[in-house]
């Protein structure tokens, strides 16, 4: 199963948006509504930031929002902080073993 | 609250064996499924493998199919990663996750451990 496809790197500015790409395939990202987004700080676990395509769970803020559109989905972050510079990666259920696969992840760094 | 805690990394020489261990506590152990995640120095995530609620549903990603071996232990909040012939390659922090759904699999990853360092080197 491969990885699905992120940018390597994004960059903004404190209080702008930017957005973060995962394409895939018919077999993942567009065949279900199964896309998830994870946040990780160096050093840390990964933190559920967004799943099935656009819902939050509780207690993530409303600045991180998803959708999808064919095989690519999409993460937007809005009124960037300082905070949200870490690694995102991106995940999608898969008919094949082991059910899910993840992006090859993106640096987002608030200049 | 929910709390998963890794237990059993260190070091291991190639072709050598490791068991790692992940206990759930704050939840209903036996109404999620769990899973496994590493990840490599400096690389990004890795699916390794998923086990259903009872543990007869398992899945593996082709890097470690026949090599590692998931199972879970209702009982005692247990879901295990049995890792044989190691390699170089799997040198990694080893997460295990609670998946996020009790109705229906979802294919999201709602709570994550601290991970535990596995090192495959002579």
């Known amino acids: 199963q491969s990885a699905l496809t992120q940018p390597a790197s994004v960059s903004g500015s404190p209080g702008q948006s930017i957005t973060i790409s995962c394409t895939g395939t018919?077999?993942?990202?567009?065949?279900?509504?199964?896309v998830s987004w994870y946040q990780q700080h160096p050093g840390k676990a990964p933190k559920l930031m967004i799943y099935a395509v656009s819902n939050r769970p509780s207690g993530v803020s409303d600045r991180f929002s998803g959708s999808k559109s064919g095989n690519t989905a999409s993460l937007t972050i809005s009124g960037l902080q300082a905070e949200d510079e870490a690694d995102y990666y991106c995940s999608s259920y898969t008919s094949s073993s082991p059910l899910s696969v993840f992006g090859t992840g993106t640096k987002l760094t608030v200049l | 609250q929910v709390h998963l805690v890794e237990s059993g990394g260190g070091l291991v020489k190639p072709g050598g064996s490791l068991k790692l261990s992940c206990a759930g506590s704050g939840f209903t152990f036996s109404d999620h499924y769990m899973s496994w995640i590493r990840q490599a120095p400096g690389k990004g995530l890795e699916w390794l493998s998923y086990?259903?609620?009872?543990?007869?549903?398992?899945f593996y990603a082709d890097s470690v199919r026949g090599r590692f071996t998931i199972s879970r232990d209702n009982s005692k909040n247990l879901v295990y990663l049995e890792m044989t012939s190691l390699r170089d390659e799997d040198t990694a922090v080893y997460y295990c996750?609670?998946?996020?759904?009790?109705?229906?699999?979802?294919?999201?990853?709602?709570?994550w451990g601290q991970g535990t360092l596995v090192t495959v080197s002579s």
């Open positions: 996750a609670r998946e996020g759904s009790t109705s229906t699999f979802s294919s999201f990853l709602d709570n």
């Open positions: 086990i259903g609620y009872s543990g007869s549903a398992k």
């Open positions: 018919s077999g993942d990202v567009g065949g279900y509504n199964y």
